[in-house]
């Protein structure tokens, strides 16, 4: 049996993977082959792998992925947990897209497609092998989900409102920039502002009988209701 591992990159997108396969000198071992990213696709694959690794004599599989969204995560999970796959000697090795990219450059200039990315997935690490392999870390995931989904909803909820304060400004230019609330979309500000159509019927009103309004409105929770009123006049 030949002591080199057979080089295998892996180019994910949401419904197939591409599959390349090199010898240990960097030649294609063949055409590649393409996968649903599936269930189903992954056993076809698995099973295309072992045929190649055993066809070969080679000692066992040096697989790459490049880390596109989370596409690659339930393939590589099944990759490490496969019984049959156990028995060979398995290197899992999850690439930065960045790192493709820059290694690309050093080809000539070629189309992108996700044959042409597989060989380069693989020919990254059979020639700069990382140094460490990829390991599920189940244990670390709940966390790493919750802080990814957190991290997002607050750019979003970002986003939107500044969003909204561009409409808000074409209604009522000074209301940011007086602040009659310290948040402009606190529980009192979304009170006054879902009131917008009365809201010259609201600033008409006495100033010590709209603070007791605003007071009312914000559970008593507004230190000082008279300085709101006199801002939001």
Known sequence: ???????????????QAAIALLLPDGQPLEGHRTFANSTSGYVQAKRYLLDALHAQGLAGLDISGEATNYYW??????????????????QLFLLNPRWVRGFKKCFAPDDKTDAKDAFYIAERTRT?????????QT?????????????HLAQALTREKNFAHVYLFLRCSA??????????????????????????ALTAQPLAERANLLDGWSGHHLPDPLDNARKLQ
Not at 80 to 89: K, N, S, V
Request: zero cysteines; hydrophobic letters at 40%.
């Open 128 to 136: 700069r092998r990382p140094p460490v392999p990829w390991q599920p």
């Open 139 to 151: 244990e670390w995931w709940p966390l790493r989900f919750y802080t990814r989904l957190r991290f």
């Open 1 to 15: 049996m030949n002591d080199h591992p057979l080089p295998v990159g892996i180019d994910f997108s949401q419904k």
């Open 73 to 90: 995560l339930p393939f590589f999970v099944r990759l490490a947990d496969d019984p049959d796959l156990a028995a060979q000697e398995v």
């Open 175 to 200: 209301y940011h920039r007086t602040r009659p609330f310290s948040d402009t979309f606190g529980a009192t500000s979304r009170r006054v502002l879902t009131a917008l159509p009365a809201l010259p």
